[in-house]
């Protein structure tokens, strides 16, 4: 019998990859996508092990579950980081800063 490819390893996968760069969006993209990857993995892994034999495309399974944790994690920390930037300078504060530092760029390039 022909193995087949593993339902949603490569979903798995790209939704991993694009966890990890999506986590500067304010961290929630990165939440969102890692949290669906784990879903769709845990699914795969479990159709996987049920019979191992009949499907390829696990280590994309893992892979993507791995990168999915990783981007899991930045995001968390990056939303920690935003909700610590607001409490210690609020949100008038923020806001100073960013223009200061667009002012600072706009009079040097």
Same mark, same amino acid.
């Given at each position: ?6 339902? +949603?390893?490569?979903?798995?996968? @790209? $939704?991993? &990859?694009?966890? /990890?760069? #999506?986590?500067?969006? %304010?961290? !929630? ?30 280590? +994309?399974?893992?892979?993507?579950? @791995? $990168?999915? &944790?990783?981007? /899991?994690? #930045?995001?968390?920390? %990056?939303? !920690? ?29």
């Amino acid at each position: 019998m022909e193995q087949q490819t593993l339902p +949603n390893s490569q979903a798995v996968l @790209i $939704l991993g &990859i694009l966890s /990890i760069p #999506l986590c500067c969006c %304010y961290g !929630i993209p990165a939440l969102v996508l890692g949290i669906i990857a784990i879903v769709l993995a845990k699914k795969a892994t479990a159709l996987h092990n049920e019979n191992p034999e009949m499907y390829k495309g696990f280590q +994309n399974v893992k892979t993507g579950k @791995i $990168l999915a &944790i990783i981007g /899991i994690s #930045l995001g968390v920390i %990056y939303i !920690i980081i935003n909700i610590a930037m607001i409490a210690i300078y609020g949100f008038d504060g923020l806001q100073e800063m960013q223009q200061e530092m667009l002012q600072q760029y706009n009079l040097e390039g």
